[in-house]
């Protein structure tokens, strides 16, 4: 149980498209959902903290106009990266939380996003 | 507000070594700490946590780690290391359950 997805876990895209990236909780509803970034041989970076039905929050330094975060559902958030630049090129991972697990996070398997 | 460090960014050991892979966390509350592994393009796999109760902790794949309040470390072990567990692996910590913090990583290099 508790088994969240993503999709797409490859995308190639090329600057200044915008790129969507889903994130599924299968198994189990998720009022919160996370999404991270993370950099070739570093650590996971929380980038926002999704609730459902409501606008998300980010943290300091992502731009949310940049990175827009839709929780449309219990099961769904959406990550998406408005006109993407070759900076933007990253690993993007979600999580969400599970009630009752003792504040654990379930990750999802992370897209890996290449703007050229 | 919470912290994890992570000693050695690299860490090499024989096959059927132990292996010792180090965190230390700061938090003002009770903490929630976990271990995550991670293979190449892959996310993070859940390898054990501590909640509360016994302070040490068996995960998965042999792995075990050991609450230390005093030090303010959550270390993880494996009696006898398998080519397998080569991989990066990631301590984080948690109050609320909403704020992660996570380690910079160690990567954990096998070697036959």
């Known amino acids: 149980g508790a088994v969240v997805s993503q999709h797409p876990s490859r995308v190639i895209c090329k600057s200044g498209t915008s790129v969507k990236i889903e994130c599924r909780s299968l198994d189990f509803q998720a009022t919160t959902m996370f999404w991270y970034r993370q950099f070739p041989k570093q650590s996971l970076m929380l980038m926002a903290t999704?609730?459902?039905?409501?606008?998300?929050?980010?943290e300091q330094g992502v731009e949310k106009d940049k990175f827009l975060i839709n929780h449309a559902s219990l099961t769904l958030s959406t990550l998406t990266v408005t006109s993407a630049h070759p900076e933007d090129s990253s690993f993007y991972i979600c999580s969400a939380g599970l009630a009752g697990r003792n504040n654990e996070q379930f990750f999802g398997p992370g897209t890996r996003l290449t703007v050229l | 507000a919470q912290s994890v460090t992570q000693l050695g960014s690299h860490v090499s050991v024989s096959e059927g070594a132990l292996v010792l892979l180090r965190c230390n966390y700061s938090s003002s509350v009770p903490p929630y700490l976990f271990w995550y592994v991670q293979y190449p393009n892959q996310g993070l796999q859940l390898l054990l946590k501590?909640?509360?109760?016994?302070?040490l902790v068996k995960g998965i794949n042999g792995f075990e780690a050991e609450f230390k309040k005093s030090e303010t470390s959550f270390h993880l072990t494996k009696p006898s290391a398998h080519m397998s567990d080569a991989a990066e692996y990631f301590c984080a910590v948690t109050a609320t359950g909403n704020q992660f913090y996570f380690g910079t990583g160690t990567s954990l290099t096998v070697i036959p």
């Open positions: 501590y909640t509360t109760g016994a302070t």
């Open positions: 999704s609730n459902e039905g409501s606008k998300a929050t980010y």
